[in-house]
């Protein structure tokens, strides 16, 4: 036994003291002590004396599991055995090296690390594998509001996020720029120099937005480049046919607007005398949306609207018919209709080779056909092959 001993661990730490009377030849110590106090501690920061003398770790005594010590020879009976426990505390201006919390404000006057031993930024994080989140800031919530990732297929950074010295805010996940907000407001998507309150670049003939209707398609706004310097912005399904173009010039094109345009396929038909009978207009030259039909000669309107209906007759021989009516008819009734804007187109036929023109301006609803009917009254004559009828809608 000694009675010198380092006791600089002692020093500035809290200290509990465990009191043992032995009895004859008794070398274990643990439980409650005379006082009633049950025996704790840390094996690296205690101290057994034994009659007051230090006691040597390992050659006098073990001392291992925190809640027992076993001396190396038994003690002799009513000898005083005593276990001064330690336990650690902060110290101000000093944290411990495993856990520990700042209280207060804290100043550090050089780089700090977070997964790196050689930061080169006043705050530098790093994962040492790839994939999920290398930082993250939350509110008092716990809500959080940036989180910083990195990406196993992205470039060497994986990805960050930067304020930079002109006060912009830019997104760059996977290493390449997405957004930008500027210190102006301005925000840009796919553009660091944002000129509007929202900035778009988008590659050519791509999707630049889109809107989604809950249970419906997605449409899309999408730039392209036109034929010499006539770029234009159109509007239709994401990935199908646009339905609307505004060209750079002011040009606005709806090319999926409804339209046709029919006529005979022969040279000659002759016209219907004492009967109404539909005119045989059983080829076209376009059929914008296919609402025309080349078998029972129909235009059907995909949507309620006002459309224009244009038609010409060429008739030709010698012999001369006393009236001849000819008009567009909705759904088969061919009685005036003000409402749908049907009204009579009757002429008189004298010479031998005559022209007649005529266009109405339709109000049709929704799956609504019209058909072009004839009647000639006294005699029949020639209806050339040159004759046609047309419709398109207008809005």
Avoid: C
Avoid at 218 to 226: H, V
């Amino acid at each position: 036994m000694t009675r010198a001993r380092d006791l600089s661990r002692a020093v500035n730490n809290k200290m509990s003291v465990f009191k043992y009377t032995a009895t004859a030849g008794q070398t274990t110590f643990t439980g409650a002590d005379g006082g009633g106090a049950t025996l704790a501690y840390d094996p690296n920061s205690m101290i057994v004396t034994y009659n007051g003398i230090i006691l040597e770790s390992t050659s006098e005594y073990t001392a291992t599991n925190g809640t027992s010590i076993v001396l190396t020879a038994g003690a002799e009976v009513g000898a005083e055995v005593n276990i001064l426990a330690f336990e650690d505390v902060a110290y101000s201006g000093v944290m411990p090296t495993t856990g520990g919390t700042f209280t207060g404000n804290v100043n550090v006057n050089s780089n700090v690390g977070i997964g790196t031993t050689s930061p080169d930024r006043n705050l530098h994080v790093k994962k040492t594998d790839t994939g999920g989140t290398v930082a993250k800031f939350e509110n008092s919530a716990g809500s959080s509001f940036i989180e910083m990732a990195s990406s196993a297929g992205g470039g060497a950074d994986g990805g960050y996020i930067e304020y930079n010295a002109t006060k912009d805010l830019n997104f760059s996940p996977d290493d390449t720029f997405a957004m930008t907000i500027r210190a102006n407001g301005n925000v840009g998507i796919g553009l660091q120099d944002p000129v509007a309150p929202l900035s778009i670049e988008a590659p050519d003939n791509t999707d630049i937005m889109s809107f989604t209707v809950t249970g419906n398609e997605r449409w899309a706004l999408r730039g392209e480049s036109g034929s010499g310097s006539r770029d234009f912005l159109g509007l239709g399904i994401a990935g199908g046919v646009q339905a609307m173009y505004w060209h750079e010039d002011g040009i606005v094109q709806k090319p999926s607007q409804p339209s046709f345009y029919a006529y005979p396929s022969v040279a000659t038909v002759n016209t219907p005398v004492s009967s109404w009978a539909t005119v045989e207009f059983n080829t076209t030259g376009w059929n914008t949306g296919n609402h025309y039909n080349t078998s029972n000669f129909r235009f059907t309107a995909p949507i309620s609207g006002k459309y224009l209906i244009s038609w010409k007759l060429q008739l030709e021989n010698a012999n001369e018919p006393i009236w001849i009516y000819a008009y567009p008819v909705v759904n088969g009734n061919r009685n005036i209709d003000r409402a749908k804007g049907v009204s009579f187109s009757d002429f008189k036929v004298t010479p031998s080779y005559h022209t007649e023109m005529g266009s109405f301006l339709m109000n049709l609803a929704y799956n609504d056909y019209v058909t072009f009917d004839i009647h000639t009254s006294g005699s029949s004559k020639n209806l050339k092959g040159e004759s046609h009828w047309t419709g398109i809608l207008l809005g």
